[in-house]
């Protein structure tokens, strides 16, 4: 077993935080033009100056818990005279990054796995196929020899002036901007990772670089531990409508292990029902990941819910952060009144009464054999999502109904709620049970998190904290806010830029 292997685990989406794969906004995100930044999953184009200093809170924060070292270190670099060394601590590829091995940047990883000329010629190829390449783009990145330059081309798409020979940096391949939501790319399941399958042609060459990731690197000498869910081998006798139906598409943000036994999948605008399908088919029949309860939360198709984690987040093992407007137990009122609101705003088309989310429970005792034809489902599932949280809260970490806390977005209050569910307020990852990294605009959500008995500090005033020698991980019940004018335009939280690769057991 590597070194790299024995260390990647993950059962909860609570236990104390060791390890995470994170990727930094890159140079990518600066090229979007407004023409294009639908088509890229973007809601507006970004300043990548202000991003990257917002996400350099992020990744300072994550340094002060995971690996406090780095902070000296950063530390240090700040207080250079020299503005750049200042700048490149944080930006990957530069000598002065702090290459930390808790909180690990994407693409150091895959400078890493170039390094490896077999590895080298088969991603350029894979990617070049995919990516429709001509040859001599092909030949000019072969010969290019310094791998930490290769793997910044391969996730911006640029290739520099001094490679290209024209004088001039050439866009080789389009921009990967929601690579820094490393959330979607590939789940950690215990010591497995199940890789995704991105629905949207903007998101694909992230798979492909994490699939590269997972084999050559992660999961270099146990490539079993890999779970790839592709469709059937007859799929493409089909024709395209009937394709549409059977295609098989997976995001992380779809999929939260809730608990060692418990698996929550979405099915949604990006991970789709089929896939559903073949995840529950797959995860039991791995009877060494010891998943006995698979829980489906079906979802409207919408962009400003493209994935379960953007409706809700787990907080504590009693404590939830929800978009109440997919609560079965408000939805109702609140309809109604958000209607009559509506109305009066002229004829929206969101006017029209919400469709409900629902909830498919599947289980299968763990001593059990795995059989594909066997029905799994339950026969009493939860009427919807926040009975389900409730029933993960009570029945699988025991806590007393009447402990269990749901927090709802912008304290429930309409529009407050829609406004901060879109900027992700119910979007956290938890550092350790208790302590969640939010948004700080949303200031509803922010106060109902204070209601529910939390601290809340800035970046800055929890930085200021941890100088003056309060331990990081001596926080309890405290929500961590990171600055996020642009950041929130790329449609991701805190959750969606973490992918989880150790976690303590709880
Ligand atoms: N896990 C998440 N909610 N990820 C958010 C991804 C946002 C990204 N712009 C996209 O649309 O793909």
Redesign the pocket.
């Known amino acids: 077993m590597s070194s790299a292997q024995q260390s990647l685990y993950v059962e909860t989406e609570l236990g104390a935080l060791r390890k995470l794969l994170i990727h930094s906004p890159d140079g990518g995100i600066g090229k979007i033009i407004p023409s294009t930044f639908q088509d890229n999953?973007?809601d507006d184009i970004v300043h990548l100056k202000k991003m990257q200093k917002e996400y350099n809170h992020y990744v300072k924060l994550l340094l002060y818990f995971l690996d406090p070292e780095k902070v000296a270190y950063i530390n240090n670099c700040q207080q250079s005279a020299s503005e750049e060394v200042q700048a490149n601590c944080f930006i990957p590829g530069k000598k002065e990054y702090f290459n930390s091995n808790k909180v690990l940047e994407a693409q150091n990883l895959l400078e890493e796995i170039v390094k490896d000329e077999k590895v080298k010629l088969r991603l350029i190829s894979a990617i070049c196929s995919y990516e429709e390449s001509s040859l001599s783009i092909q030949q000019k990145l072969e010969a290019i020899q310094n791998p930490a330059l290769l793997a910044k081309i391969i996730i911006t798409g640029i290739l520099p002036a001094a490679e290209n020979g024209t004088g001039e940096d050439q866009y080789i391949f389009p921009p990967i901007p929601?690579f820094i939501?490393t959330?979607?790319i590939g789940i950690m399941l215990k010591d497995h990772i199940l890789l995704s399958r991105m629905a949207?042609s903007?998101?694909k060459r992230e798979s492909l670089i994490t699939k590269f990731l997972a084999l050559y690197y992660f999961f270099k000498d146990t490539p079993e531990k890999v779970i790839e869910i592709i469709e059937e081998s007859d799929f493409f006798l089909y024709e395209e409508q009937e394709r549409r139906q059977r295609i098989i598409t997976i995001?992380?943000?779809d999929i939260m292990m809730t608990h060692p036994r418990h698996l929550v999948v979405g099915c949604s605008e990006?991970t789709s029902s089929n896939a559903v399908n073949e995840i529950i088919h797959t995860l039991f029949s791995r009877e060494e990941l010891g998943i006995e309860k698979i829980s489906v939360v079906k979802i409207p198709r919408k962009r400003a819910q493209?994935?379960i984690?953007?409706i809700f987040t787990q907080v504590k093992r009693n404590v939830w952060v929800l978009y109440g407007r997919y609560s079965e137990k408000i939805m109702e009122a609140e309809n109604n009144i958000k209607k009559s609101y509506l109305d009066r705003l002229a004829h929206r088309a969101d006017a029209e009464k919400e469709e409900a989310p629902e909830i498919l429970q599947f289980f299968k005792k763990a001593s059990e054999p795995y059989q594909r034809n066997k029905d799994y489902s339950c026969p009493n599932n939860p009427t919807g999502i926040e009975s389900l949280l409730v029933q993960i809260s009570t029945q699988d970490y025991g806590c007393k109904p009447e402990d269990v806390k749901i927090i709802y977005s912008g304290g429930n209050d309409f529009p407050h709620d829609d406004r901060e569910q879109w900027t992700d307020s119910c979007?956290v990852v938890a550092l350790k049970e208790g302590v969640v990294i939010g948004y700080d605009r949303n200031d509803k959500t922010s106060e109902a998190f204070r209601g529910a008995g939390f601290q809340i500090m800035t970046t800055e005033q929890a930085f200021t904290l941890f100088e003056s020698g309060v331990q990081p991980q001596s926080l309890e019940n405290t929500l961590i806010l990171l600055p996020s004018a642009e950041l929130s335009r790329?449609?991701?939280?805190s959750?969606?830029m973490s992918m989880p690769l150790l976690r303590d057991k709880l």
């Open positions: 999953l973007y929601n939501f959330r979607d949207t903007a998101r995001e992380g943000g990006r493209m994935h984690d953007t979007n790329a449609r991701g939280g959750h969606c």
